[in-house]
């Protein structure tokens, strides 16, 4: 195949999906997981409230194994959230949620991105947390030829479990890659150049998360206050990196 997908000699990079994750990840020193609806937002608000967080990708029977293996709670379904489980992907229940020290969040884009990069540095990031994000990559010397980071928009599913590239996570990962060209200058891949314009000429981002398909989808079956918190452009300053199989706050 070549290795023509790996965007070389360009210390930004930018692709969709755990597949786009794994070829960029051979080629790069660290991975920026957007999955703006929901499960980086989520990251960010469980971090926050300092809690370590073990993506997980399988939303099955595996998932309770796996989180009595790590001494966590597991994070169940949006509609399955309730006073015996009150964790779940939703941002804005875990942020009414009681504190737990540790949670599995199991997620079938989000972590399975997080898992597809290899010995990479992972960092999950959103619009939430995207300047602070840009911030300490650049601080830690990512987004150049020579030390190069691939951020990953999530995307969603189709019904055959094909890709859908999601506005949202275009947006996610062209805040990431605008904040992080005010560091790293001309460094940008092509694809990586895209994205940050596509974020710089969206007049209204907020709106367009919401009035997107997956905006519209949470909307609908009654979870608006998720799309709200996911659109807190750069309200949050936690940068959740993945140490030992868990997403904690960068120092």
Not at 74 to 81: I, N, Q, S, Y
Request: glycine share 10%; with cysteine; hydrophobic share 45%.
């Amino acid at each position: 195949m070549g290795d023509w997908y790996l965007q070389t000699g360009h210390g930004v990079r930018f692709e969709w999906g755990p597949e786009g994750a794994e070829r960029l990840a051979t080629g790069v020193d660290c991975v920026v997981v957007v999955d703006v609806l929901s499960f980086t937002t989520s990251v960010t608000v469980a971090v926050e409230a300092g809690t370590r967080v073990f993506p997980y990708r399988w939303r099955d029977a595996t998932a309770a194994a796996f989180a009595e293996r790590n001494g966590a709670d597991l994070a169940v379904g949006r509609r399955e959230a309730g006073p015996s489980s009150p964790w779940s992907l939703s941002p804005a229940a875990l942020r009414g949620a009681p504190f737990t020290p540790r949670l599995v969040l199991p997620s079938p884009n989000g972590s399975a991105i997080s898992a597809s990069a290899g010995e990479a540095v992972v960092v999950a990031g959103a619009l939430r947390n995207a300047k602070a994000v840009a911030d300490w990559l650049a601080r830690q010397g990512y987004g150049t030829p020579e030390r190069p980071v691939a951020v990953i928009a999530s995307g969603e599913r189709w019904p055959d479990g094909s890709l859908r590239p999601a506005v949202e996570d275009l947006l996610g990962a062209g805040a990431v890659v605008a904040a992080l060209q005010e560091h790293v200058g001309d460094a940008l891949s092509p694809e990586a150049s895209v994205v940050a314009a596509a974020f710089r000429s969206t007049p209204d981002v907020v709106a367009a998360v919401s009035a997107g398909s997956s905006g519209r989808e949470l909307v609908a079956y009654g979870f608006a206050q998720d799309v709200a918190v996911a659109t807190e452009v750069d309200g949050c300053a936690v940068v959740p990196v993945l140490v030992e199989g868990a997403f904690t706050a960068a120092g």
